[in-house]
């Protein structure tokens, strides 16, 4: 009789969870910023909840399964959200001062660097993560370039490719759902 214990990993997909809520997130964050509405507490609860915990919780049940790639973007993801939430609320409770453009616009871009390390990662998996993580790269960038030189046109740009980045991201997110739901792809990644 052996003493081993052995621990069998009942979790699920962890993508349904962390791409549902980025892509709903994104979508919502973005109208905001295309002008449709203000940035408010909607907003906000959805960087915080969606954005932040559900895709930092998704990354720990990818470092659970032992997914380096999924643990990594996914948690990284979710401390992105939770960061804009704090630099958004933070200085509204005197904690420190609003960023300067040019300092969201270094943020922007820095997150930008690190999602085309990532998308290079997604060139061994699907083809819909692909698209995902191509379009949040020029995402990152176009905010940036919008942050450092003040340009309405690349910020509205942004905006409008971050609701498509977002779409993107619900997509991958559901697909996951309905093609685990019966059995076979119904949605092609």
Same mark, same amino acid.
């Given at each position: 009789?052996?003493?081993? &214990?052995? &621990?069998? /990993?009942?979790?699920?997909?962890?993508? !349904? @969870?962390?791409?549902?809520?980025?892509?709903?997130?994104?979508?919502?964050?973005?109208? *905001?910023?295309?002008?449709?509405?203000?940035? /408010?507490?909607?907003?906000?609860?959805?960087? @915080? #909840?969606?954005?932040?915990?559900?895709?930092?919780?998704?990354?720990?049940?990818?470092?659970?399964?032992?997914?380096?790639?999924? =643990?990594?973007? +996914?948690?990284?993801?979710?401390?992105?959200?939770?960061?804009?939430?704090? +630099?958004?609320?933070? !200085?509204?409770?005197?904690?420190?001062? *609003? !960023?300067?453009? &040019? =300092?969201?616009?270094?943020?922007?871009?820095?997150?930008?660097?690190?999602?085309?390390?990532?998308?290079?990662?997604?060139?061994?998996?699907?083809?819909?993560?692909?698209?995902?993580?191509?379009?949040?790269?020029?995402?990152? #960038?176009?905010?940036?370039?919008?942050?450092?030189?003040?340009?309405?046109?690349?910020?509205?740009?942004?905006?409008?490719?971050?609701?498509?980045?977002?779409?993107?991201?619900?997509?991958?997110?559901?697909?996951?759902?309905?093609? /685990?739901?019966?059995?076979?792809?119904?949605? !092609?990644?």
């Amino acid at each position: 009789m052996s003493d081993e &214990i052995r &621990i069998v /990993d009942t979790t699920g997909n962890m993508f !349904p @969870l962390a791409f549902v809520t980025v892509g709903m997130n994104l979508i919502l964050l973005n109208l *905001a910023n295309a002008g449709y509405y203000p940035l /408010d507490s909607m907003i906000l609860a959805m960087c @915080l #909840f969606c954005g932040g915990f559900g895709q930092f919780f998704a990354g720990t049940w990818a470092w659970r399964k032992g997914i380096s790639f999924a =643990a990594t973007a +996914l948690t990284m993801y979710g401390l992105f959200f939770l960061t804009l939430f704090g +630099l958004i609320v933070f !200085p509204g409770f005197g904690i420190g001062k *609003a !960023p300067t453009a &040019i =300092a969201m616009g270094a943020f922007m871009i820095v997150w930008g660097i690190f999602t085309v390390f990532m998308f290079i990662g997604t060139l061994k998996l699907y083809k819909a993560l692909q698209v995902v993580f191509g379009l949040l790269a020029v995402l990152y #960038f176009l905010l940036g370039a919008g942050s450092l030189t003040g340009n309405a046109s690349i910020s509205s740009l942004a905006a409008w490719e971050g609701i498509a980045t977002g779409v993107a991201a619900l997509y991958f997110g559901v697909a996951n759902v309905l093609n /685990d739901v019966y059995g076979k792809q119904v949605m !092609p990644i």
